[in-house]
């Protein structure tokens, strides 16, 4: 396939390193020329049967692509859009923004909505990441077990788009996670970028040079997103706040229980029931698995697929089925019991 890969900071350099590996031709952009010459540098670098292109503007990117792979901040989104559009391009477009709402209606409001023949748009983010940002921190192997959230919109998304989407995926190494915008966007609210804006609250706190020097495992492993640029955490909970907003007042209001406790007459003994939820999470998280199967694949099927926690992990040659792992076991409400 021959993809363009559009922004090559972390995530967009390690999915161009990680394609060009796979045998795909890849044409890479970034609007900072200074990040393009690196990546022009490493292509080079790079053993031949892995090796990348990087181009001077998006036009030439996209120009024969077949897949174009969108890879920047969402802030940068509407102008990469409208470059998009007017290079008059009309293939596939994933992208793996962490919010996807906002990525949904800009696409349609400036790609599809000003170019009829966009073949299809597939949202997409995968949960990989480091601390660290930029090209030079790029891994071809960092979405190696990770989970990829693929989106899909019943009414809009193409079945076979997404299906073809996974096959990529799946070929990363990653574990293709179906779910619409929506519930991408509650779900990460709580789990990611709620978590960056507490780490950043707990860095912010540790001014004491004693508490410096006894800082160990639970502040580092606390604080450990505290140190992403901020005006990526920014992006990602500002651009989620509808999400986010919620979650982080669920947060503040189990802490005010926290902090309640610690006045009673007994603490240690008020403390105890509010510690015990989180603590039997933790314990079982990751939950214990199923075994594989194989379902249909169907909007309505991939979709309670992602609700109960489980992900693709290979599309059948004839496109009937997907082959599955989900949790186990599924609970009350058997969300595969009938598939």
Known sequence: MDIAVIGLG???????RALAARGHQVLGYDADPATRATARTA???????????VTGTIRDAVGGAGLVLVAVPLPALPR??????????SGLV?????????????????????HQRLAGFVGGHPMAGKESSGFAAADEELFRDCAWVLCFEPGS??????????????????????????EHDRAVATVSHVPHLLATALAAAATDPLASALAAGSFRDGTRVAATRPELIAAMCGGNAPAVGPALDGIIAALSEARAALDAPDPIAALLPWLAPGHAMRAGWPPPLAAPLDIPARPDALLRLGRAGGWVRAVAPDRATVNVVRPAPQGPDGLLDDL
Do not use: C, F, N
């Open 10 to 16: 972390l995530i967009g350099g390690s999915a161009l």
């Open 43 to 53: 292509a080079a670098r790079a053993p031949r049967s892995g090796r990348w292109q």
């Open 80 to 89: 990469v859009l409208d470059e998009i559009a007017a290079a008059g391009y």
């Open 94 to 114: 994933s992208d793996v923004t962490s919010v996807k709402t906002p990525v949904r209606m800009l696409v349609e409001q400036r790609l599809q909505g000003r």
């Open 157 to 182: 998304t193409s079945l076979t788009d997404w299906l073809d989407l996974a096959e990529l995926v799946i070929s990363l190494g990653a574990r293709v996670v179906p779910a619409t915008a929506e």
